[in-house]
């Protein structure tokens, strides 16, 4: 999957928490994310010396962010509950890094068909 397939399939599935997303369409969509608010920061200490773009932004794509998250979490069978260890500092956010690099289980799980 490439750069903008992975964009375009998380944002056509803005709201859309089950089924599976496979490390590329996660990892290429954190890059976007990651693209996308130095842009915005650059622009907004432009432009209004605050963080205005930013705040717009960042709502706009916390919904399609977590569904992919939580697609993510579903590729290595968990579920999308797992998202709240994020609560725990340090070793939640670890770990659940660990489980967004980990390769997706083999073949239909409980959540699905794996990502095409």
Avoid: C
């Avoid at 010396?49 to 290595?76: C, F, S």
């Amino acid at each position: 999957m490439s750069f903008t397939e992975a964009v375009q399939t998380v944002f056509s599935k803005y709201a859309v928490f089950t089924g599976r997303a496979g490390r590329p369409e996660f990892w290429w969509f954190a890059l976007f994310n990651i693209i996308a608010s130095m842009i915005l920061g650059v622009i907004d200490q432009a432009i209004f010396g605050g963080d205005v773009l930013g705040i717009v932004y960042a709502l706009a794509v916390i919904l399609p962010g977590i569904a992919v998250a939580a697609r993510r979490l579903h590729d290595t069978d968990r579920s999308g509950w797992w998202l709240l260890v994020a609560l725990v500092p340090v070793i939640g956010w670890i770990l659940l890094i660990y489980w967004y690099a980990s390769e997706g289980t083999p073949g239909t799980n409980q959540y699905g068909a794996p990502p095409a």
